[in-house]
């Protein structure tokens, strides 16, 4: 396992998700970074669009376009792009030689046409998806160490199968059929966009549903949960807009079919997750406050022994654990770095 | 339907529920109250507690025990005092020969061994349950018109039940053994609390989940879903708290046990609640700031197809229709007023 | 004083300061409303754009076009409209022989010149300068009352004056040309803008300065002041923006040049202010929430002996009093109705 | 220079201040942490106290009494500790030879009465005041050092005196008895106190002015400013609670004397600070966010040509240049570190 210091490009630098794995990135022990590109904000410096990075990173954003002519100078390329404008990136970056890691859905779902229903899109690299691997560590981490492209999970996604993965290997305690995903977001998750309804004014002081039985991670959960369970699975997934800037929490629910405790079930998930650095297992109820601005994902359990239903919650912080953190976790594991590195200095936030 | 005045005594009321409520009968127009008790503040003005009130309401608070001495010269007092203290109010006022709106539990859950399970006190005036209606007026109104003692709903319990009664009428339709009900709170749920973990520092930019599986208000739920039912019925609860003031919004998840569409269940609520003035059927996803300082109850409905489940969300302000603006709506119904009377005149806020 | 209905028409009223407009007048005793229009929502009703009001407002909104051919069956028009687009209105209001109340800035300024330099726009109707009243009832009740056109004064402008004009009749206390006034608003000052930096994931969780020194509310401010003053009076403004929706505290600071006490200031102020509905002096700090929602304007002194300087602070909610609640409170003198007609109606808000 | 690790303790490391040295010295690569107390939490590991450091932070907090008998095994002691409580820590401190940096205002005011004055407390260690140096790097460097024991600065003063110092320095621009400082800061500034008007509940949505004329951050500003000016100043301080958890703007307003332009200013505070690596002047407005979770001070400039004034902006974080951050700081100069050893691992915050 080598350490060398790698190369790297990063597409779409100053989305929420973006300027994250940018911050990162820049305090990688492993990584030298050689370009950040920026549709908005090409030709800028990346402090002159987030000043709060003023003496710290002055970088000059680069085109769309000449991102992809720099892409033969590089190991690997992030891109933090809208989804189904990835497909002509992964297509250079295949040509080129190079690894991507891809932070939109385009390489997410392996059936091409369940993308294109979800997505309204056509997906424009069919001929790709052989070669990308869903990058969940704590799932697919072998895949993920040899993967090509490795197709980041959506936020709700992530939360969403790490914590029902472990029961659903343990089918003989729950029905496997019966989930149903409660997930309550912060509002980075819609992006960085000029949307009335996204203004403090409006969004704070309300909680809401949206998009529900219909929002697009729901294939990609159902995806990855039915792998793990081995047969089709389909899921009730409901997400919630919180007035918050940060964090997912996703309570799932699950009926038991035989009698189980507390225990039970935490044994479970303290043999599933006991090895992985980012998992955290509690006693208590969750507060997305204690991942906020860390890689971790904390999970807790609870049966709720009258109605014969077991609740698992998660939560993570939607653009660390739910995107550029992971897919730094991704990159660490792809070139064989501590898969800690670059994860840990940034200190979790009190208050 | 007579309309004369009547005269009132509130008691608690400082806390958060207590204030709405002296906000509310200051402007209704067939009220005169007769006195508002604190313990906490007995002696000051009402605006001297709440500043927001200077040339408003300058009404002096009594103490508990004058309140108490108070009460033959009323029609009806409102108790808003934590569950386990309204026993003993209730019992004065029964002798006093006059009415009680009881804001606490103590009087909400019918079999008394059940309070005591859930509650850990011991019940103090058994013989009076059977006074006692649950003061849910879109079920139980003439009742309610009848009632010695009217148990003011519980703020979950009010979203939920409201939620959940008009499905259950059809059991033709769903399994009523599946019901899940996740629902969201803003922090005024908790009281007006030296807390930690209340603090704007410590509660902002966060969500938890709390009290999974044991809260106070599920056998509330079950109680009043059952007798709509016609069978016992558990349910699984999930409380959440999150970092805004007011709001509630229930999410609940029951099973189809046959094919229906979106409409298909909007008629059965529409012909449910068409008649009531506070209920509104929305075909969009719910806002809890659309219901803010409303006694409104905004209920919508989606059917997830793929997983044959049916998802009722519904919005209230905790405060209003979930204590102090129910607690009018009541008083409005047992005493032959306007059933909106005092609870139109504060227009919903924008922004 | 005769109290009959009147028709108005309210122009821009999907805006933050329109919306408070229609909410206030729907329930106003003394108004029939005849129009609402909307250059953005033309064709949709009101509960269409604000889902809050669903059973409440379903009032059709029309366009601009139709609005101006409506002028002739209305008493008075307000028009809630951006700078620069009330000049037409009020040409065609004054030919119609109505009378108007604009919450725009461009009847603000006496002098023409001072308009087209801050604002960088001409002037389109120089000639009805004279017919404009600066619509401060605290100051210019009995103008406003025969007043053909009202200008609303600015958000800011309302805060900042009723805070320094006791004091500025007063030159034998204080240096009138050492006044520095530092305001602090909510978000909504800004208006109903798709505009990142007022995403509630950028503005949350920040305070910042902006316009220093170069603020449009300056020239007003002095301008009213000076009138009070006597003499040409220039001021240091400084406003800074608050994570919050609504309010503005306004901190304000002058030279005592001779000996005096709180109590000495407080006398001013009580006398000048004594008989006024929606003012409040308090001896305590301010804090804007108790103004929130409401059309007061409460006032607060201290004498800084040690530096010898006077700090007036004053707390308004910029949609109420700092807008539509003094545009009502105009239009209540105007007409010769109850001052505060509609405008009590709103009881505070706690929390 | 030598750099070799030293050990240190931490009293008080569960208050907000407290547990954000622990984050950074935790971190910091010259340290090794003997000991961190609590009077509250004794006993509890840091993680059972902030569930949010789970897998990272596990040290046990000792009291305060085996704090105090542990001092002779470290190099230096940090107190966060309340007002009051340090006199007896620098005692036992500096008999056991060792260096203290007090963040308390025990040793920040050199006038022993002057601290009896504004603090109501007896001063408990009069003859310690000699041996303590007033922790601000950007001025005191030199002496910091040497210093036995630092006072750290609060957090108001850090921002006011940064602000002020350069310009004070040029008394022929400006008048240096005319300064006005209005400080805005979030509520962590408060403390962690279980306190009503600290709830999310209450302290959001509302800015209020406090202590106008009397904070006990007066006396140390006017302190620092009147050693920088070489006589003595009093100055006006007004300091305001925001709806935010942390960051501090200070407004400053100082008359000029002669014309000046914004340039001619920016030199002289470039000049001044330019070779300072937390330091950094901004040609636009200022927000907290840029700073918040940073060491960073902010300063921006602008002359009101008009009013002959000059408005001078700084914006820190409270909780690191205005108290922990600074502490850090201040022991890499005293020890001889990288002044930002430690201080650069947390990135700033997007969103």
Known sequence: MTANKIKIGIMGATGYAGQQLVSLLMRHP???IDFISSNSYAGLSFDQ???????????KLISMDEAMGRMDQVDLVFAALPSGEVFRVATAAMSSGIR???LSADFRLKDKSSFEFWYKLSHGAEELLPLAVYGLPELWRDEIKEARIVANPGCYSTASI???APILRNDDLVDPFSVIIDAKSGVTGAGRKEEISLLLAEASESV??????MHRHTPEIEQEISKVYGDKLNVTFTPHLMPMKRGILATCYINAVTFCTD???YDIYERFYGRFPFMRIRREPLETRYVSHTNFCDISIKVDLRARRIIITSAIDNLMKGAAGQAVQNMNIMFGFEETAGLMDQMPLIP
Chains 1, 2, 3, 4 share one sequence.
């Open 49 to 59: 669009v987030y000043p709060h990075y003023t003496k710290l990173i002055s970088d």
């Open 30 to 32: 492993n990584i030298e």
């Open 162 to 164: 790490l914590a029902l």
């Open 100 to 102: 991507l890691i891809d």
């Open 208 to 213: 809401k549903a949206y998009n529900i039985g």
């Open 263 to 265: 225990d039970d079930i």
